[in-house]
T-cell receptor, first 114, second 111 residues
Framework: DTAVSQTPKYLVTQMGNDKSIKCEQN?????MYWYKQDSKKFLKIMFS???????INETVPNRFSPKSPDKAHLNLHINSLELGDSAVYFC?????????????FGEGSWLTVV | SQKIEQNSEALNIQEGKTATLTCNYT??????LQWYRQDPGRGPVFLLL?????KEKRKERLKVTFDTTLKQSLFHITASQPADSATYLC??????????FGSGTRLLVRP
């Protein structure tokens, strides 16, 4: 039973395309996140949702749009992909919002923009 | 500026020895600090959480200390095994309740 699952795991696409990454958690958590891990391995928060409401929105280009249809799902849509968007994107969830609780990560989605 | 610093150089130790990894932070006053393990090609996995009023926390072969005066956390793995080889990330909660991660230290345990 995968706790936080995200698809696709690997994605290679051309500049200018639009792509989506889907995420689902079966832990019953109220809070979900998207993190980006760049080539230097820094893991940076992008967005956080609590019960389908956006609570954290870091300085992320508005080409990135998260969507939470229900509290078990948080999808990430990226418009007009750029070379610099190449990274690993991790979906995550926690019972308690923010740094107050343990965060459970998915396996990551490797995005390569060519 | 706010920083979380972990040694970017890999720590290479012999099996059976104790591994000690360091996490230093600047301009944060975290109430909590967490440690995660990340294997290549995988997502980070939670290991331990320590609160600001706790000096030390243990879990099996793992021990974490938290010194709010030094602004430092140490992560120890005793009797290290090759299976402990991974990247270890520290993370702390900032004033807006976000969990901020360090860049991690890679641990290599030689058999």
């Amino acid at each position: 039973d995968t706790a936080v699952s995200q698809t696709p795991k690997y994605l290679v696409t051309q500049m200018g395309n639009d792509k989506s990454i889907k995420c689902e958690q079966n832990l019953g958590h109220d809070t979900m996140y998207w993190y980006k891990q760049d080539s230097k391995k820094f893991l940076k928060i992008m967005f956080s949702y609590n019960n389908k409401e956006l609570i954290i929105n870091e300085t992320v280009p508005n080409r990135f749009s998260p969507k939470s249809p229900d509290k078990a799902h948080l999808n990430l849509h990226i418009n007009s992909l750029e070379l610099g968007d190449s990274a690993v994107y991790f979906c995550a969830s926690s019972q308690v919002a923010g740094g107050l609780g343990t965060i459970y990560f998915g396996e990551g989605s490797w995005l390569t923009v060519v | 500026s706010q920083k979380i610093e972990q040694n970017s150089e890999a720590l290479n130790i012999q099996e059976g020895k104790t591994a000690t990894l360091t996490c230093n932070y600047t301009n944060y006053s975290p109430a909590y600090l967490q440690w995660y393990r990340q294997d290549p090609g995988r997502g980070p996995v939670f290991l331990l959480l320590i609160r600001e009023n706790e000096k030390e926390k243990r879990k099996e072969r793992l021990k974490v200390t938290f010194d709010t005066t030094l602004k430092q956390s140490l992560f120890h793995i005793t009797a290290s095994q090759p299976a402990d080889s991974a990247t270890y990330l520290c993370a702390l909660m900032d004033s807006s309740y976000k969990l901020i991660f360090g860049s991690g230290t890679r641990l290599l345990v030689r058999p």
